[in-house]
């Protein structure tokens, strides 16, 4: 049964064509021995590609190149209290992503990205958006927010500040003799075009 305390409102920006899938034949995929999905068995795959519903009780979900916001003001308020304790002391990047996010900006959005090290070896890495940060625009709406003086403050007392250290999340990635054909990936700045829209 799912779970509408995990629901939330998202305004969606899609850079191609949104997909909408059935996740019940990922779910429903035929496993190998260690419970991984069999590459030997993926005649499902065209199936679930195309949309079409696995069984009468469907599991749809959009599948999407962009950048989605969430909407609800309390809920990303709560998600920078978390942040803010996860990375103590990246408080003001952080609180300087929490008013760029509520005058309108894309300003320290978390972007995902792989960079390829060599043949077989693929790092996943993670970037925050600042851009926005440099903007005469930006800067004037962000001082406009009732939180601005606090951030001022911080600011002013503080001459240097660190960011998020994201690395314990980033992983390794081996690309196996199991995959056939050529595998290319983007540029980093292709990727953060992609994923942020940069």
Request: charged share 25%; hydrophobic share 40%; with cysteine.
């Amino acid at each position: 049964m799912r779970n509408k305390d995990n629901l939330l409102e998202l305004e969606l920006y899609p850079s191609t064509q949104i997909t909408v899938v059935d996740a019940n034949w990922i779910t429903h995929a035929p496993r190998n021995g260690d419970d991984r999905i069999d590459t030997d068995r993926l005649n499902w795959v065209i199936r679930y590609w195309t949309g079409e519903p696995y069984n009468s009780d469907p599991v749809w979900e959009h599948v999407a190149t962009g950048v989605s916001v969430v909407l609800e003001t309390e809920l990303r308020r709560r998600c920078f209290e978390v942040t803010k304790q996860q990375f103590p002391e990246a408080h003001i990047p952080i609180l300087m992503a929490r008013l760029g996010s509520e005058v309108g900006t894309r300003g320290g959005l978390i972007a995902p990205f792989l960079r390829r090290l060599n043949d077989t070896d693929i790092e996943l890495l993670y970037l925050m958006r600042d851009a926005e940060f440099h903007d005469a625009e930006v800067i004037r709406e962000i001082a406009a927010h009732a939180d601005s003086g606090f951030l001022g403050r911080l600011m002013a007392m503080n001459e240097a500040w660190k960011s998020p250290d994201f690395r314990p999340w980033g992983r390794m990635f081996k690309v196996r003799a199991q995959h056939k054909g050529r595998f290319s990936l983007p540029s980093v700045h292709q990727a953060m075009v992609n994923n942020t829209g940069v």
